[in-house]
């Protein structure tokens, strides 16, 4: 089988990383998270006061950020592990404001494709499919019932020990949803030659094996 790019977007918390983190071990591929390069870029952003409107800061401090990923696929920012503070409500909460900022966009984008510029790549966001590799072999869209959604965020953040209630969980993946789907650069979109695979009742070795399955006749 030829080496590919996959590229997996769909809304918050559809197991979207999940499905690419396994997919990309599965394949002896490499996993990116999209996502996480954004909430770095957001925790920056909320570090050093730095407001989306201000767009002469936006610009030098995306010029000061270095975004990594170390082999267990932790992120760095700046050579400091911020895996866990990431995923914290307060960048969740902030992260799509940012993300719709278009030069905080094109920064990513083309680091993104830089990292994938060769094949054998999984890597998971919301315009990875229609954006960043628009000529990827494989595209999912990922779905899922909003109440499922919530659910597994919520126990993923217990898990963790990150605090949340489900009411703050939901809440907020409606925000980013609605922020990450109408904003004007590169809106979350199925791309037209995606694959659907609607989650709600599919356990996570069933999406597997569909996504090794199309992996295979894409390869
Ligand atoms: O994937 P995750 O939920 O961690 O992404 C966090 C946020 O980053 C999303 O809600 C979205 O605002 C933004 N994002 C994006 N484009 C991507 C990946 C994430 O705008 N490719």
Redesign the pocket.
């Known amino acids: 089988m030829n080496k590919i790019t996959i590229a997996i ?1 769909g809304y ?2 559809c197991g ?2 999940t499905l690419a983190k396994a997919l990309a071990q599965r394949l002896g591929y490499t996993y990116i ?7 770095a870029v957001t925790l920056y952003f909320l570090r050093h006061g730095i407001a989306v409107e201000d767009a002469q800061r936006v610009k030098s401090a995306l010029g000061e950020i270095q975004i990594r990923f170390d082999l267990a696929n932790r992120t760095l920012l700046n050579g400091e592990l911020v895996e866990s503070e990431i995923r914290e409500m307060r960048v ?1 909460n902030y ?2 404001e940012v ?2 900022v278009p030069e905080v ?1 094109r920064a ?1 984008v083309a680091q993104q494709q830089e990292m994938g510029s060769e094949k054998g790549i999984v890597m ?5 499919g229609t954006v ?1 590799f628009p000529r990827a072999e494989l595209k999912i869209f990922l779905t899922a019932a909003a109440q499922i959604r919530t659910k597994r965020r919520y126990d993923e953040l217990q898990a963790k020990g990150v605090p949340a209630t489900l009411e703050d969980i939901a809440q907020n993946l409606q925000h ?1 949803d609605h ?2 789907s109408t904003r004007e650069d590169s809106p ?1 979109r199925k791309a037209a030659d995606a694959v659907v695979i609607d989650n709600t009742s599919l356990d996570r070795d069933a999406q597997l094996q569909q996504a090794i399955a199309l992996a295979r006749q894409a390869g």
Do not use: C
Request: no cysteine; net charge neutral; proline share 0%.
């Open positions: 977007d918050s918390s979207k990383s998270d999209s996502g996480a390069m954004y909430r969740s992260v799509s993300a719709a966009r990513m998971d966001g919301r315009d990875i960043v980013r922020i990450d979350l």
